[in-house]
């Protein structure tokens, strides 16, 4: 934590948030309006802004949630939005012993950079107010297109001053490098860039072999995180929801230094989203399958998935 007045509570955020207690995760749920749009186009609904209202609705109020989770994403939309029965979806989360938490600009992709810290501290400072604590910042690099050394060291410098502004502001900042999963190349060379980088992800590997996976995981975050990061979330990046589980189970076979958790979206949400369908009548098991998952993930979480 750099010097910022916000020292003291940003250790708090971060400890409540991403170690304690263990056994719970992020939800990521900050797709962005035009993301939500798709989601909500696969289940045949028009994206409005009822209908994310709703969607987010079910999400943030399923019930015992908290128990598995600790902080959840938001897009800029939900941090300003009440829930279907008008409460604010912020305070609902809070009520729930789940800090809110705001993606503040969309990421970068292949080899475009990253946009958005003109003008962030103002951003951070309101959303600060409106009850944020925590911030997310995902980069994006591609293996297909490069990456190039141009690309990294753009990717490395806006997720570093974003971290910086975000911290004045008094959000922890969740710093998220990613390298994308497309294309031929194998687990080596996925390896190899991330080691080369300094990214914390390479999932390349991870399909149908979590033992293997978890062990570059490891192998590769030994050699490039600290012990003083307090925790680490993996993000879902299109695998299967259960392949997400065990990933994450096998990582947590042996002590780590870090809280070695999830952040996921499509991971949590994907069976949610189909079982509610846009039908007010399965709310309830909707929310019953994102509980499913959330529990699998927490118990992941402590390595102890066992399917
Ligand atoms: P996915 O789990 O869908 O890759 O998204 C995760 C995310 O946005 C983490 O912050």
């Known amino acids: 934590v750099r010097a910022s007045s916000y020292a003291d509570e940003l250790v708090k955020t971060a400890v409540k948030n991403n170690c304690i207690p263990p056994g719970r995760g992020i939800l990521a749920m900050d797709e962005s309006n035009a993301t939500c749009g798709k989601r909500l186009a696969s289940i045949g609904l028009e994206n409005t802004e009822a209908n994310r209202q709703a969607y987010r609705t079910l999400l943030v109020s399923a019930p015992g949630l908290g128990e598995y989770i600790s902080g959840a994403i938001l897009f800029e939309e939900t941090l300003y939005q009440s829930t279907t029965d008008g409460k604010k979806m912020v305070d609902v989360l809070v009520e729930q012993n789940i800090v809110p938490g705001l993606v503040p600009l969309p990421g970068s992709n292949n080899e475009s950079w990253c946009q958005g810290l003109d003008g962030l501290s103002s951003r951070t400072a309101a959303y600060y107010q409106q009850g944020a604590r925590f911030a997310k910042w995902r980069t994006v690099v591609s293996i297909p297109n490069g990456p190039s050394a141009l690309a990294v060291k753009e990717a490395a ?17 969740i710093v998220e490098p990613e390298i994308l999963l497309d294309g031929d190349h194998g687990i080596d060379r996925t390896f190899e860039v991330a080691q080369k980088h300094g990214y914390s992800g390479c999932r390349k590997q991870g399909q149908g072999h979590p033992a293997a996976s978890s062990r570059l995981h490891l192998k590769l975050l030994h050699r490039r995180i600290p012990p003083a990061v307090p925790g680490i979330m993996f993000l879902s990046g299109g695998q299967s929801e259960v392949e997400a589980t065990l990933n994450l189970n096998a990582m947590n076979q042996s002590p780590n230094p870090w809280h070695v958790s999830f952040s996921y979206a499509r991971a949590l949400q994907n069976t949610c989203l189909k079982t509610w369908g846009g039908r007010p009548e399965n709310v309830k098991a909707a929310q019953d399958t994102l509980l499913v998952r959330a529990k699998a993930n927490s118990l992941a979480q402590l390595g102890k998935y066992t399917g």
């Open 157 to 173: 410098w806006g997720l570093a001053r974003y971290a910086a502004i975000s911290q004045d502001s008094g959000l922890v900042p």
